[in-house]
């Protein structure tokens, strides 16, 4: 007797009639339904041929900022640097109570939509540690139903931050108070070597964040070179390190934008270099997209980094929500898909083998950059995975599709009707066939 059986899946690598046996928190066959047919279980989910996949991970958020949109103004500009303004004047208005309720309210969202797995750089920039505190607080409290992992993020640089001398209580530096998050359970080491005053300083905030994960035996995921300046090469002093520290397949290169402006030949050296060091990109196509050229007449760049590019090099490129509803963005609803959406258009990845890597990109890889064990839809894995109203990866992604079930360690946490539209037209079906099999 299983837990739960989800009856006749399609799965992302396009076996179909498969049928899915869960015991306890873990699956314990996928097998065609021929040969599970005769087994019961507690529950039984009928998938009816849609695609069942495992659940969708975020490799790059702000949870400590989500939902704040509005607070304590709009962002008029909608530039990055009035976001970055916008933050510096709601942070001395935030209480932890409030930025837990957000981070919650954002979290129902995300497993609503099969979201279970969110890595959130959190600002370390703050004598207070507020945002540290509470999404610790919020990491514990969803636990049972979403895996929430901390990057330390010294926002407002950690050579460039100045602690206030006149006040004793606000005198630790910005390594100082990244290193007590880090002491109080942070998981992931950050930072932000593009907003360091010079390229020096850039250089030198890399070497140390290194060094202060690789004592501690943790991974590093930083904003680096987010910017369209073509000369902006941190990602190259992340990958020496990574390589110097042995750090390989533990670090991370987030947005990586300036890539996207940099001269050809000098990336025909960078790309290898960071496939040697075993280091992931994380593009944020939504963020980038609208961010970055904003200094640009005719013609605007995109300002996404070279993401085919890097996956040919066998770089791990996952694809990351960054923002939603906050100083920086005002869209977005924890919907990867529609992040996946952006990515491949923006990259022009509309091969088949281009759109089947963008599902993958806010899926399998990700995972693999966070580290999360036993994910997957294999004998032995975890139970977590998310049913599609969609037949396969593509068309999941070309949908939106619904959520139709969200299944978490073996128990459904959320559930959708299918996505329909009742037509009213002489001569024409009573309802729209999104799926379109003809
Ligand atoms: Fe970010």
Same mark, same amino acid.
């Given at each position: 007797?299983?837990?739960?059986?989800?009856?006749?899946?399609? @799965?992302?690598?396009?076996?179909?009639?498969?049928?899915?046996?869960?015991?306890?928190?873990?699956?314990?066959?996928?097998?065609?339904?021929?040969?599970?047919?005769?087994?019961?279980?507690?529950?039984?989910?009928?998938?009816?041929?849609?695609?069942?996949?495992?659940?969708?991970?975020?490799? #790059?958020?702000?949870?400590?900022?989500?939902?704040?949109?509005?607070?304590?103004?709009?962002?008029?500009?909608?530039?990055?640097?009035?976001?970055?303004?916008?933050?510096?004047? =709601?942070?001395?208005?935030?209480?932890?109570?409030?930025?837990?309720?957000?981070?919650?309210?954002?979290?129902?969202?995300?497993?609503?939509?099969?979201?279970?797995?969110?890595?959130?750089? !959190?600002?370390? $920039?703050?004598?207070?540690?507020?945002?540290?505190?509470?999404?610790?607080?919020?990491?514990?409290? !969803?636990?049972?139903?979403?895996?929430?992992?901390?990057?330390?993020?010294?926002?407002?640089?950690?050579?460039?931050?100045?602690?206030?001398?006149? +006040?004793?209580?606000?005198?630790?530096?910005?390594?100082?108070? =990244?290193?007590?998050?880090?002491?109080?359970?942070?998981?992931?080491?950050?930072?932000?070597? #593009?907003?360091?005053?010079?390229?020096?300083?850039?250089?030198?905030?890399?070497? =140390?964040?290194?060094?202060?994960?690789?004592?501690?035996? %943790?991974?590093?995921?930083?904003?680096?070179?987010?910017?369209?300046?073509?000369?902006?090469?941190?990602?190259?002093?992340?990958?020496?390190?990574?390589?110097?520290?042995?750090?390989?397949?533990?670090?991370?290169?987030?947005?990586?934008?300036?890539?996207? $402006?940099?001269?050809?030949?000098? !990336? $025909?050296?960078?790309?290898? %270099?960071?496939?040697?060091?075993?280091?992931?990109?994380?593009?944020?196509?939504?963020?980038?997209?609208?961010?970055?050229?904003?200094?640009?007449?005719?013609?605007?760049?995109?300002?996404?980094?070279? !993401?085919?590019?890097?996956?040919?090099?066998?770089?791990?490129?996952?694809?990351?929500? +960054?923002?939603?509803?906050?100083?920086?963005?005002?869209?977005? $609803?924890? +919907?990867?898909?529609?992040?996946?959406?952006?990515?491949?258009?923006?990259?022009?990845?509309?091969?088949?083998?281009?759109?089947?890597?963008?599902?993958?990109?806010?899926?399998?890889?990700?995972?693999?950059?966070?580290?999360?064990?036993?994910?997957? @839809?294999?004998?032995?894995?975890?139970? +977590?995975?998310?049913?599609?109203?969609?037949?396969?990866?593509?068309?999941?992604?070309?949908?939106?599709?619904?959520?139709?079930?969200?299944?978490?360690?073996?128990?459904?946490?959320?559930?959708?009707?299918?996505?329909?539209?009742?037509?009213?037209?002489?001569?024409?079906?009573?309802?729209?066939?999104?799926?379109?099999?003809?």
């Amino acid at each position: 007797m299983f837990d739960l059986i989800v009856r006749n899946a399609t @799965l992302p690598d396009g076996r179909t009639g498969i049928d899915v046996a869960v015991r306890g928190e873990r699956i314990e066959a996928v097998e065609p339904h021929a040969v599970l047919a005769g087994a019961a279980a507690g529950r039984e989910l009928d998938a009816a041929g849609m695609l069942l996949a495992p659940p969708f991970v975020d490799a #790059h958020f702000h949870m400590d900022a989500t939902l704040s949109l509005g607070l304590p103004r709009l962002n008029q500009s909608g530039t990055l640097l009035e976001g970055i303004a916008l933050w510096g004047e =709601l942070k001395p208005h935030l209480t932890q109570e409030a930025i837990v309720e957000r981070a919650l309210a954002y979290c129902d969202m995300a497993v609503a939509r099969g979201l279970l797995a969110i890595r959130s750089h !959190v600002d370390t $920039s703050d004598p207070r540690l507020l945002a540290v505190d509470a999404l610790l607080e919020v990491r514990r409290r !969803v636990a049972p139903y979403l895996d929430l992992q901390l990057v330390a993020f010294p926002q407002d640089g950690v050579l460039r931050y100045e602690p206030r001398r006149d +006040d004793p209580s606000c005198s630790l530096s910005a390594l100082q108070l =990244l290193e007590r998050a880090l002491d109080r359970g942070v998981d992931v080491v950050g930072g932000i070597p #593009h907003f360091e005053r010079t390229m020096e300083d850039g250089r030198e905030s890399v070497r =140390l964040l290194c060094e202060i994960a690789a004592a501690r035996g %943790l991974r590093v995921d930083m904003h680096c070179d987010e910017s369209d300046d073509p000369m902006s090469r941190h990602i190259e002093t992340l990958a020496y390190h990574a390589r110097r520290l042995g750090l390989q397949g533990r670090v991370a290169g987030s947005h990586l934008t300036s890539m996207h $402006s940099m001269d050809n030949y000098y !990336v $025909s050296k960078l790309i290898p %270099l960071i496939a040697e060091a075993g280091v992931a990109a994380i593009a944020n196509p939504l963020i980038n997209i609208t961010l970055q050229g904003r200094h640009d007449t005719y013609p605007k760049r995109r300002g996404m980094t070279r !993401v085919p590019e890097l996956m040919a090099a066998g770089v791990p490129v996952a694809f990351g929500h +960054d923002c939603v509803m906050d100083p920086w963005y005002p869209m977005g $609803s924890g +919907d990867m898909l529609e992040v996946a959406s952006m990515g491949l258009q923006v990259a022009q990845m509309t091969g088949q083998a281009g759109m089947r890597a963008a599902f993958d990109a806010v899926t399998t890889t990700p995972a693999r950059i966070l580290g999360l064990e036993g994910y997957g @839809l294999e004998a032995g894995c975890r139970a +977590d995975m998310v049913l599609l109203q969609a037949g396969h990866p593509v068309e999941a992604i070309r949908l939106r599709a619904a959520r139709l079930a969200v299944v978490r360690r073996g128990r459904v946490i959320a559930e959708q009707r299918p996505a329909t539209a009742t037509l009213h037209l002489e001569g024409r079906p009573g309802t729209v066939d999104f799926l379109h099999r003809g």
